[in-house]
């Protein structure tokens, strides 16, 4: 994206969208895989794709709408994959859950080159480096228009980041949980292997579940759909599209 535009973007969306649209999310709980953060890179962090990111995050932010964010950390470690390396699930898990908090210090990193004020939460006491979970502070700096980056997943193991995800959003009372993905939806199949595969605009957590889409873990939909929590998945790397989103432009998959 041109930068000369993404500064007039965020000049025009700060000054008109704020007040003007009325149907637009308030709150948002914005979920990104490690994978994602990976680019075309094997492992690690590319950072084009943090920055890309980061510019669409500060054009919602610039539009007044509060932004909280959940990150994977599959690029580095994934505790599922822990019995391959003969270590530990419980273990694995835990050092997942560190692996997810180097990805929210890159992504805070990034966000603030960018001029957007953050506060980086753990659900694991690292006081050296961020803040301890505390959800009534979360949602007071929420309030005062930082971006709150939850760290180390719930903190225990067994549970994904995607079961963190809505369960920190139903703690802050969000109003969506976004989650970026490289897809443009839910679809019958992968469409990255099935080519004949149908995307959904619009699919029930029930019918999620029968057809087993693996979009999120059971937990997490079970979290979202007993707190009436809808979960919205879209390409989050074609840009621009974070804001269409949350604007409630028909983007990607709903699930209600």
């Not at 948002?28 to 950072?47: C, H, Q, R, V, Y």
């Not at 990193?109 to 960018?114: H, I, N, P």
């Amino acid at each position: 994206m041109n930068p000369n535009f993404c500064v007039f973007f965020s000049t025009f969306a700060a000054t008109h969208f704020k007040f003007s649209n009325t149907n637009m999310y308030k709150r948002i709980l914005l979920k990104l895989s490690g994978e994602a953060l990976m680019g075309e890179k094997e492992f690690g962090i590319d950072n084009q794709i943090i920055m890309q990111y980061c510019k669409d995050i500060k054009l919602v932010v610039d539009a007044g709408i509060e932004v909280a964010i959940v990150i994977g950390g599959g690029n580095i470690y994934r505790g599922l994959n822990a019995a391959e390396t003969g270590i530990e699930r419980v273990q694995g898990d835990y050092m997942g859950m560190l692996a997810t908090v180097i990805n929210g210090m890159a992504v805070q990193s990034g966000l603030e080159k960018v001029g957007v004020y953050t506060r980086l939460l753990s659900a694991i006491k690292m006081e050296q480096i961020c803040e301890p979970f505390i959800r009534r502070r979360a949602v007071r700096h929420l309030e005062k228009k930082r971006v709150v980056i939850f760290g180390a997943g719930t903190g225990n193991p067994y549970f994904t980041t995607d079961t963190a995800a809505a369960l920190r959003a139903v703690e802050i009372s969000a109003d969506v949980v976004l989650k970026g993905t490289r897809v443009d939806g839910i679809y019958t199949a992968d469409p990255e292997k099935d080519k004949t595969a149908t995307k959904f605009t619009s699919i029930s957590y029930d019918e999620c579940i029968s057809k087993n889409l693996s979009v999120m873990d059971m937990t997490a939909f079970t979290l979202c759909k007993e707190n009436k929590v809808p979960i919205i998945v879209f390409d989050m790397n074609k840009s621009g599209n974070l804001l269409e989103v949350v604007l409630g432009k028909p983007i990607g998959t709903i699930v209600k």
